[in-house]
C-alpha cells in the first residue's frame, strides 16, 4: 500500500503544482515550453521510485510461488 501511495500522492502533486504560481527561481527546467519546478521533480522520483518499488516487490512474490 505504502509503494502504491507513493506513485498516486507523486501523481497527485505534480498535476496540481501545474496550477500553483511559482516565481522564476523555483523553476528548474522547461520541457516543450512547460516549466517544471522543483516540486515536480521531486514527485517525478516519488513516482518512479514508488513505480520501480512495485515493480520489485511484483517480481519477488511471483519468484516466491515457484
Same mark, same amino acid.
Given at each position: 500500500?505504502?509503494?502504491? $501511495? ?5 501523481? %497527485? ?18 520541457? %516543450? =515550453? ?10 517525478? $522520483?516519488?513516482?518512479? #521510485? =514508488? ?6 516487490? $511484483?517480481?519477488? %512474490?511471483?519468484?516466491?510461488? #515457484?
Amino acid at each position: 500500500m505504502f509503494f502504491w $501511495g507513493l506513485v498516486l500522492y507523486g501523481i %497527485a502533486r505534480f498535476l496540481i503544482d501545474f496550477l500553483r504560481y511559482y516565481e522564476p527561481s523555483m523553476i528548474a527546467l522547461r520541457v %516543450a =515550453g512547460a516549466p517544471i519546478t522543483v516540486n515536480q521533480l521531486i514527485s517525478l $522520483g516519488m513516482i518512479v #521510485t =514508488g513505480a520501480a518499488l512495485l515493480i520489485w516487490k $511484483g517480481r519477488q %512474490a511471483k519468484a516466491g510461488q #515457484t
